[in-house]
């Protein structure tokens, strides 16, 4: 299967490079006739992840084989960054099971459990020009035994509701986000939950402001400390919003992915993967971690 894909990404890259100047190429008509079909960019990116297990190869038209920045900084940069990755994989291939799939304008955002050199649960971000995916971030962790409150990191409803108040769920968790985790003014955290009605989805933290708490605690004991400084993009749809942010944990640059469930204007469920940052001698690309562009 990977021998397959890269060979199709293979194809479509030095087609790409060596007819740049044309516009009719057979691989620009197949892209083109694959993204005027009625799919959305949800099901699009759905399609691509999938595809790392399925061997689809209809799914590598959904990428814009010319211009596709890439935000991992462990992968090269465009389909032949893509295709590297893709050469790496292990006998039977990888393993991609997507669990929630959300839609807010040009930017799509999953959450999905993986086998991707290891069992590993990922957020992925895809932004689409023209029906097609442009850029890519990801953040991505080991799957880990269930919390203190029994569940995993990826149980939970998958129900998406109240659309018409994405913006104002939006508002709140980034309110909640520069008040409470980088402002720090603890004394206004209730505000934003029902009470201790909080269920959490951290492997390491029980459910409610009470198990936040204890977590907190255990940490100050050990000398672990964790920092939020910036965010960096809040994305949503309906009650399910995602905040991308920037700070340290334990000393070490980290990218914060957390996804907030909210019901009735209150956070109710957390979602989250932590990813420290590559060290730049590291690095396969310079487009850093972050930079979203609008």
Not at 39 to 54: F, G, I, M, P, R
Not at 129 to 150: A, K, Q, R
């Amino acid at each position: 299967m990977k021998q397959t894909l890269f060979a199709v990404l293979l194809v479509i890259v030095v087609s790409c490079q060596s007819e740049k100047s044309k516009k009719t190429t057979n691989i620009k008509e197949k892209t083109e006739m694959k993204t005027t079909e009625d799919v959305s960019n949800k099901d699009k990116a759905v399609a691509v992840l999938t595809s790392l297990e399925t061997g689809d190869q209809t799914a590598l038209a959904y990428i814009n084989p010319t211009n596709y920045k890439q935000h991992n900084l462990a992968v090269a940069d465009g389909l032949e960054g893509f295709g590297a990755v893709l050469q790496q994989a292990p006998e039977g291939g990888f393993k991609a099971n997507v669990i929630r799939a959300f839609e807010d304008g040009d930017y799509v955002f999953t959450q999905t459990k993986y086998d991707f050199f290891g069992p590993k649960i990922g957020f992925d971000i895809f932004r689409f020009e023209n029906g097609l995916i442009v850029e890519h971030w990801d953040n991505l962790t080991e799957i880990t035994p269930v919390n203190p409150s029994d569940h995993t990191q990826i149980d939970g409803t998958t129900t998406l509701t109240d659309l018409d108040k994405t913006e104002a769920n939006k508002s709140l968790v980034s309110d909640f986000l520069n008040t409470i985790l980088i402002q720090g003014k603890m004394a206004e955290i209730t505000t934003y939950f029902d009470g201790d009605n909080y269920i959490q989805h951290n492997a390491n933290i029980g459910d409610g402001l009470s198990g936040f708490g204890k977590a907190v605690e255990a940490m100050a004991k050990q000398g672990i400390t964790m920092e939020f400084k910036t965010v960096h993009k809040v994305l949503g749809e309906g009650n399910f919003v995602l905040a991308i942010s920037e700070g340290t944990f334990a000393g070490e640059p980290t990218s914060y992915y957390d996804l907030f469930r909210v019901e009735d204007g209150k956070i109710a469920e957390h979602w989250d993967v932590m990813e420290t940052i590559l060290a730049k001698s590291d690095r396969k690309n310079n487009n850093s971690k972050f930079n979203f562009p609008n």
